[in-house]
């Protein structure tokens, strides 16, 4: 299937998933297998060398992973993909072909706060350092750059309050500052929002979230745009110098804009070993074959719920970048054309208090902590996700008191509604 002339809906179902060769069938099979035949010792020794491609050992590559490594390159609009276990193991993935000992790497204090955990606390254990700005000035990346620096790190839609990062202006600072800029995908969705477009280098996403988009499955991935010179400035020499666990093979001369890929696979699952499971990989692909419907219907009953909060009277604020009342409104438009996603926060006039009792009244909701599912969810994380850290920190990290954060699913909107409002009602009486 040539991918150019067909539209983002009939590449979710189709990119990466012909008919089934060997047998006919229609569905993706799962390569349920650790380990692959080899035809006779030289195609063993060629698969080995990187002389011909193919599969030796599924910690490397697997076929029904590397279906959905062609759809998510195909979607994101990039040159190839690597599949991992989780999406933090997408991270470390996506930054090991760029680090070494001392490294640094400029990121936004708007991430995740389980990514900005990853950076500040596990990173400096391999001798890597984070920087984080915020990214709301992007002038702050350029400020935060030195002869260390190997890579800007954002989330071009921000879990969880609603930050947009202008990501054609970080884009160009990272080109200027000859480092790729690494997006984190997960909450848009390249249905919502294709970095790669504005600039972006790689794409990481947590697959776990909207992608397999009903709270089934594990998984995450690195997309390389492919349009990064790794040899500019010597800088990458992981990538576009000698590789001591290939007699000194080059991977950026010898497979050009394939190189950051093949060396995820080759070196990087190879020794690290955060491979995805082959059935994870599946319903992941099954998942994405309705991404654009799901999408569709999150952002409209995301849009209805935060009009709906922002006029209750004990809500105090709400943070959805999709209302017109919004900070990041305009980006958002930019960016996110098609909606600004369903994960957002408000606040709760009282508190903590308030917060608690709304958590323990919802009945459609669930009370749990992840995002991106068909079922809408909601999470005080100032009792759960961010309970660890000071009251200050709290509040820096959008997770003060009275914060909750909703992600809408795509059930009856006005059931969503009705379950808050009961809720709310309980928690204020
Ligand atoms: C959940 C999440 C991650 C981590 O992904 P896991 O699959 O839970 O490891 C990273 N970034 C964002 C934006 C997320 O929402």
Not at 85 to 91: V, Y
Not at 273 to 302: D, V
Not at 310 to 330: R, T
Request: glycine residues 10%.
């Amino acid at each position: 299937m040539s991918d150019k002339t067909f539209g983002f809906e009939t590449l979710s179902v189709h990119a990466g998933a012909a008919p089934d060769p060997a047998t006919g069938a229609r569905a993706l099979p799962i390569y349920q297998t650790t380990a692959y035949v080899f035809e006779d010792a030289d195609h063993a020794a060629a698969l080995f060398n990187l002389q011909t491609v193919g599969f030796i050992y599924s910690r490397l590559t697997n076929p029904t992973n590397a279906a959905l490594e062609a759809r998510l390159a195909t979607l994101e609009g990039g040159r190839g993909c690597t599949v991992a276990s989780s999406g933090h193991a997408a991270q470390v993935l996506a930054l090991f072909p760029l680090m070494s000992p001392g490294a640094e790497i400029v990121a936004s204090s708007r991430l995740y706060g389980g990514s900005l955990q990853q950076m500040k606390n596990t990173y400096p254990k391999f001798g890597w350092k984070a920087v984080i700005v915020d990214a709301d000035q992007p002038e702050n990346f350029k400020r935060a750059v030195t002869e260390n620096t190997k890579a800007f790190f954002i989330e071009s839609l921000a879990n969880p309050g609603g930050v947009v990062s202008d990501i054609e202006a970080i884009a160009r600072i990272a080109e200027a500052s000859g480092v790729p800029l690494l997006v984190d995908n997960t909450l848009a969705t390249p249905y919502l929002c294709k970095p790669i477009d504005y600039g972006a280098t790689l794409i990481v996403h947590s697959t776990t979230k909207f992608l397999s988009g009903t709270g089934t499955s594990m998984g995450g991935a690195v997309v390389d745009s492919g349009k990064f010179d790794w040899s500019r400035g010597g800088k990458f020499p992981s990538l576009a110098g000698p590789e001591p666990a290939y007699h000194g093979l080059n991977f950026h001369e010898t497979f050009g804009d394939m190189a950051y890929t093949f060396h995820s696979h080759a070196v990087g699952l190879r020794d690290l070993g955060p491979s995805q499971a082959p059935f994870n990989a599946w319903l992941t692909m099954l998942g994405i074959e309705t991404l654009g419907l799901r999408m569709e219907r999150h952002c409209a009953n995301a849009a209805k719920v935060a009009q709906y909060l922002e006029k209750h009277p004990a809500v105090a604020w709400v943070n959805y970048a999709g209302l017109p009342s919004n900070k990041y409104n305009k980006l958002a438009k930019k960016y996110l054309p098609r909606g600004a996603g369903s994960i957002f926060t408000f606040g709760v006039k009282g508190g903590y208090d308030v917060g608690v009792r709304v958590v323990d009244g919802v009945e459609l909701f669930s009370h749990l902590a992840n995002i991106g599912d068909a079922k809408s969810l909601i999470i005080h994380p100032a009792s759960t996700t961010h309970r660890q850290l000071s009251d200050e920190q709290r509040v820096a990290a959008g997770a003060g008191p009275d914060v909750l954060r909703l992600s809408i699913g795509i059930e009856t909107v006005e059931d969503i509604i009705a379950d808050l409002d009961q809720a709310l009602a309980k928690a204020t009486a």
